[in-house]
């Protein structure tokens, strides 16, 4: 009986690069070994290999171009969150957080707005009334017998920062501090962190309209943190401080 050895020929060049392409398709889903995909490419003729080589340039093009778009589709993404991030931190521009051993125990009649009005006059000497609180509440979950934290919102901007000025001066035991969105909490968490380990390289460290200002002993240059990147940037100019 006679054979056709072009189209065996045809049919086993069809399989192999079958097969191939299922080997691809196993090893990029994590369930083939490449040295397969090689023993296969290894059985093909010189005709064929040239074949995949096309096709394998064409598919590394194509990868290259999702990778591009995914990258993009990435930066877009981190740039919305940023925006939204500046957005929430402008919205709580005129919003402190008070705390400390000066603040009275709860009661479960507390009006929140005239003990913080007396708590502020008491250890701060500043004269505020209600009407220059728009919302104030107590922070966390109820407990009785504890001097839960306020979050106030002020009708006037101007006096949030002579409330935090008040602080540096005479020290209280009241602490007022800017209301950060989490996302700038956790960029000033570590940061502090920083600071207290080499307390003596920071002059400064504060916050002011939700930047984080950072000023260094024996230089000039305040450093501003808003976001990871300029976080990383100061980390690298001062690797030291990675020294926890």
């Known amino acids: 009986m006679a054979y056709n050895t072009r189209n065996s020929s045809s049919a086993t060049k069809n399989i192999n690069l079958e097969k191939i392409n299922q080997s691809i398709i196993l090893n990029i ?14 059985s093909l003729t010189g005709e064929s290999q040239a074949l995949v080589k096309v096709l394998t340039k064409i ?8 990778s591009q778009e995914v990258i993009g589709l990435q930066n877009r993404i981190q740039e ?9 931190q402008y919205q709580r521009r005129d919003t ?6 000066a603040l009275p125990q709860e009661s479960t009649n507390d009006h929140t707005a005239s003990i913080v009005v007396t708590t502020i ?3 701060q000497k500043i004269n505020i009334n209600p009407n220059d609180i728009s919302v104030t509440n107590r922070l966390g979950p109820q407990k009785q017998q504890r001097n839960r934290s306020f979050i106030v919102k002020f009708l006037n901007r101007s006096l949030k920062h002579d409330l935090i000025d008040a602080c540096v001066s005479l020290r209280p035991q009241l602490y007022i501090n800017e209301s950060l969105t989490p996302k700038r909490e956790s960029l000033f968490s570590p940061i502090l962190t920083i600071r207290k380990t080499h307390k003596h390289k920071f002059q400064q460290c504060y916050t002011i309209e939700g930047n984080i200002v950072i000023k260094l002993r024996n230089t000039t240059v305040k450093h501003t943190i808003n976001d990871d990147k300029r976080l990383m940037s100061f980390l690298e100019k001062y690797p030291e401080m990675m020294d926890n």
């Open 96 to 101: 402190v957080i008070i705390k400390g051993p």
């Open 80 to 88: 919305l969150k940023t925006n939204q991030d500046n957005l929430d």
């Open 121 to 123: 006059k008491d250890n």
């Open 59 to 66: 598919f590394s093009v194509q990868i290259s171009g999702l």
């Open 29 to 42: 889903e994590g369930g083939c070994d490449i040295n397969e995909v090689n023993h296969l490419l290894g």
